[in-house]
């Protein structure tokens, strides 16, 4: 098979998507009562509050915790300085068990606002 410029440049492409996923650090941001997290917050949410990360099929993932699930909602959003997908943050605690999420992957040093 021959390897043309054309397909090593989509090769590296691609490379360094995965790499700027499993490597760098996960990013967040708060609209209103809504959180969005981007691919990255969400391959270093695992272990998270003491959870399970588990896949749902389709681009979307929960955390699986004692206290309860938080789901990860793939969006159609834009979000300026995000890796990858956007996910909207769900729970069924009002939100609660997700702000925790985010506040113990800020003190783990895991993610940061953008």
Do not use: C, P, W
């Amino acid at each position: 098979m021959k390897l043309t410029k054309s397909g090593l440049r989509t090769i590296i492409k691609e490379e360094l998507a995965n790499l700027n996923e499993e490597e760098y650090m996960g990013h967040y941001k708060i609209k209103g009562k809504d959180i969005f997290v981007d691919s990255n917050f969400v391959n270093k949410s695992k272990g998270a509050l003491g959870g399970r990360l588990k896949h749902m099929g389709f681009g979307e993932f929960y955390l699986s915790t004692s206290k309860g699930d938080i789901q990860f909602i793939r969006t159609s959003e834009k979000i300026s300085g995000f890796v990858g997908r956007a996910h909207r943050l769900s729970d069924n605690e009002d939100g609660k068990l997700a702000g925790k999420l985010v506040k113990q992957m800020v003190k783990d040093g895991n993610a940061e606002k953008v």
